[in-house]
């Protein structure tokens, strides 16, 4: 098969001829359809990630169809079409037994702790538990972006955030995990305020239904929120991941307001300066939003299907995958708007 693979951490990927992959014995091969591009595809070819061996192939927000099914599974047959969440539970540990295999521990990751979906073909282990069947009418791009940012989105806004009518929410970052979060705190009824650095970014997330948007390069932000807000958001997410975003998050909250860490921290911005005064005198909550499991996508997918949400709004660029290495190198400089997604093999 075709792959993508790099064999040092931040050299130049390459498109390869590789073996194709056969199913473990609880997995499934898939035949990839669509693909994005992702700042964590990023962020493992820089060399952030622990779990990843060289060579590596990269990719986690896939769709595809199942191309051959390994003899444990029970649930899955050649021709389905299916996605899969970036986090992929064992089936065996505490956390899987409640439910919770976003935080599986012994979590696997494709694209991360085994090659990934920048291929034609993707081995997902432990099939029964982690692939979700989409629903006929949904395009592939559209469902290879579910599978990263906008189900961690839903997790980090509606089980984590528990987002409700009438609160104020802040998005600090308005990449492909903050839009979606801007269209989903929306959904849910909230009053969204989008902050980032590019006016286009700002425009599409008023688009998605964002009721105040600030341009973070020309404002004092956490002053803004509280302004707009009249005394500071319910909830606010850093979707970007970064010291400034997430220090602006928590600044911006209200009292006993809920600051949700979504954006990743690595490398050197893995332990940053957190404004513990604020946190404590303000009984501030702090958490963390990790993927989304397998059985919760069914609440997100009948949001899609009725029409609450629109996914397909936050594709971008299409591209093929011998464009994947440029796409890849690029990605930190946030030049996107929405999701590139992958779709011709
Ligand atoms: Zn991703
Ligand atoms: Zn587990």
Not at 288 to 312: C, E, I, N, T, W
Request: proline share 5%; charged share 20%.
């Amino acid at each position: 098969m075709k792959a993508v693979l790099f064999e040092k951490f931040q050299e130049a990927p390459k498109l390869v001829t590789v073996a194709d992959p056969s199913p473990e014995p609880h997995g499934v091969v898939l035949r990839v359809r669509a693909t994005g591009v992702c700042r964590s595809d990023w962020h493992g070819w820089m060399g952030h990630d622990s779990d990843i061996e060289l060579p590596h192939v990269p990719g986690h927000e896939l769709a595809g169809v199942v191309e051959a099914v390994g003899r444990d599974v029970v649930n899955w047959k050649v021709g389905d079409k299916v996605t899969v969440p970036f986090i992929c539970g064992c089936g065996s540990c505490s956390e899987c037994h409640a439910g919770q295999q976003q935080v599986c521990l012994h979590q696997e990751q494709p694209g991360f702790t085994h090659w990934g979906s920048f291929a034609e073909y993707v081995g997902i282990h432990q099939a029964d538990l982690n692939l979700v069947a989409l629903p006929e009418s949904m395009d592939f791009a559209t469902a290879a972006s579910l599978g990263c940012r906008f189900a961690t989105s839903f997790r980090a806004v509606i089980d984590q955030g528990k987002v409700s009518a009438g609160q104020w929410v802040a998005v600090h970052g308005c990449g492909g995990v903050g839009l979606s979060a801007v269209m989903i705190a929306a959904a849910a009824g909230a009053n969204v305020i989008g902050v980032d650095l590019d006016p286009a970014k700002l425009a599409l997330a008023k688009d998605l239904g964002a009721v105040a948007v600030i341009n973070g390069g020309e404002a004092d932000v956490p002053e803004a929120i509280r302004e707009i807000t009249r005394g500071g958001a319910h909830v606010s997410l850093d979707a970007l991941g970064h010291p400034v975003t997430m220090t602006n998050s928590i600044l911006c909250l209200r009292p006993r307001g809920k600051h949700v860490q979504v954006g990743l921290m690595l490398g050197e911005h893995a332990a940053p300066a957190v404004p513990m005064p604020k946190i404590v005198g303000q009984e501030i909550e702090l958490l963390g939003s990790h993927g989304m499991q397998a059985h919760r996508y069914g609440a997100m997918l009948d949001m899609v299907a009725s029409g609450k949400l629109d996914p397909a709004r936050l594709v971008g660029e299409k591209i093929s995958l011998a464009d994947a290495p440029e796409a890849l190198m690029n990605m930190n400089e946030f030049r996107s708007v929405g999701a590139t997604v992958i779709t011709r093999f």
